[in-house]
């Protein structure tokens, strides 16, 4: 129909371009997407950021470690224990602090948990921003909340957690916690299948993610994407595996890859890994080792002179932090590599010659947090 | 993190690399960035990945930080560029990995460095009419009030 218009040449066509954002409900943020259009289809897009932009690695230059632990919740906020750990973990790194392994362990069930609700969160939002109203966001919401519930009683805070410490952690697991979680497991895995029988055998959801914005292997290494979007190009690589850290080497599980890079594959992926998750979890609450995860030194940490750069897995890919000290409490500079970031860079290679729908569709499967890219 | 191993390999085709003593990380004179981007890439075990960009501010010198990674070896390399303060430029690796671009950008936005033949350098977080480098030891600003 289009080109029979075009080659008509009853109607002239020009391009042009769109603003889509930075007040658009399928941004995730505050992004701003320059699209230039031809018709329907976008030729490509220019990305404007910076409208979260906070200055956190100026403002961490005048607080100590422990003081900034609160500023990485706010980066990617749908996984603010990540985002914890990965922090404490460089911290640790430079200076040179060794954790007990009951703290190791629940760091990591702590971050699995996480993980299972930033995936929901990143599902629900993507059904939610290619049509699917509400229904799939109120399902994925119902099973985050139980974990939330968890963390509000670990920790108090159902958002912001500040739960990590350098060294350990802030709290211990209570016995009734230990329970919740346990329950947690098992309710779950039941309702993982929920999701593959609501989204995963819908024809409308397959006709409009599958090779949707397919992102090749090399593409993605070549634009530094990390996460479930470089997984779902075909690239075993999981930092859990690859280079383990918070005594990750100890548990059984498997890396869920996509084929093509697609949407579908993107979405796929999250979903096959919530599944890994819950086995981590559950392989980690069983064996949880004995001892007190609490930090009992003091919370002022001297600095030595040098850097230590740490990268952990979160929910969207490598999260790294880039620690320089000098001799004083307070970093000489401190660099965030966010994942959001990099994930987002590709974006203009994936929009050219889709529809407009499908840019949208595109966005919600990189998953992107805009508080971490813009930070 | 194994940089040391590789180092020796560098220092045979670049004689010119040091090796920084408290983090381990190879210093390259900014004359020799480009050709010696161009072998990490091909050379093996071959960095196909630019994972991080970054810069830190020495006050009589700027370091540019790069981090690349070999997904296949499974190994990362730390490369640093020393730049005097009064020469803050350096070419850009943005058509060897495209993740350089946005990495570059960053750098030039927070710290003022100018990437040469970088395809579109502009600040990315900062708005375009912003002045000065937020980033720098020397940054004020009329709005920033000194803690007590």
Known sequence: ?375 | MQSVNFFEVIRAKFPEALQEESTQAIIIPKEKLLTLARFLKTHEPEFDSLHCLTAIDRKERIEVVYIFCSLKAKASLTLKVYLNINDLKVESLAGIWKAADWFEREVYDLFGVTFLNHPNLKRILNPDDWQGYPLRKDFTHPNIVKKP
């Open chain 1, 1 to 375: 129909m289009e080109t029979a218009l075009k080659e008509s040449k009853c109607i002239t066509t020009e391009e042009f371009l769109i603003n889509m954002g930075p007040q658009h409900p399928s941004t995730h943020g505050v992004l701003y997407l320059e699209l230039k259009l031809d018709g329907e289809v976008a030729l490509g897009c220019t990305v404007h950021l910076g409208y979260l932009h906070r200055g956190m690695e100026k403002i961490a230059e005048s607080r100590t470690l422990t003081q900034f632990i609160p500023f990485t919740d706010r980066l990617d906020y749908i996984a603010s224990m990540n985002n914890n750990l990965a922090f404490v973990l460089a911290a640790e790194k430079l200076l040179g602090l060794e954790v007990n392994a009951r703290a190791k362990y629940i760091r990591v069930v702590i971050a699995e948990l996480n993980r299972i609700a930033s995936h929901l969160l990143g599902i629900g939002c993507f059904a939610q921003d290619l049509g699917a109203f509400a229904t799939p966001l109120f399902y994925c919401f119902r099973d985050r909340e139980k974990i939330v519930d968890i963390f509000n009683e670990l920790c108090g805070n159902r958002l912001t957690y500040n739960y990590m410490r350098i060294g350990g952690v802030q709290f211990d697991f209570t016995k009734e916690i230990e329970i919740k979680i346990k329950e947690f497991i098992k309710y779950m895995s039941n309702k993982v299948n929920d999701y593959e029988w609501l989204l995963s055998g819908n024809v409308i959801f397959l006709a409009r993610t599958k090779n949707v914005g397919v992102l090749l292997k090399e593409v993605a290494i070549n634009y530094g994407v990390t996460g479930p979007n470089l997984r779902a190009s075909g690239v075993k690589w999981d930092l859990r595996k690859d280079e383990p850290y918070s005594g990750y080497e100890n548990f059984q599980f498997d890396i869920p890859t996509g084929i093509n890079g697609d949407s579908w594959d993107r979405y796929k992926v999250k979903l096959e890994e919530i599944k890994e998750s819950l086995k981590i979890i559950e392989q980690a609450i069983g064996a949880l080792p004995e001892g007190d995860p609490t930090v009992k030194a003091g919370r002022q940490h001297k600095l030595p002179v040098g850097e230590a750069y740490m990268r952990s897995e979160n929910p969207r890919g490598e999260l790294g932090f880039y620690i320089a000290g000098d001799g004083s409490f307070n970093p000489y500079r401190l660099k965030i590599r966010p994942p959001s970031f990099s994930n987002l860079s590709v974006i203009a290679e994936l929009v050219k010659g889709c529809k407009i729908a499908d840019v949208v569709c595109i966005l919600g499967s990189l998953d992107i947090v805009m508080g971490e890219i813009d930070r």
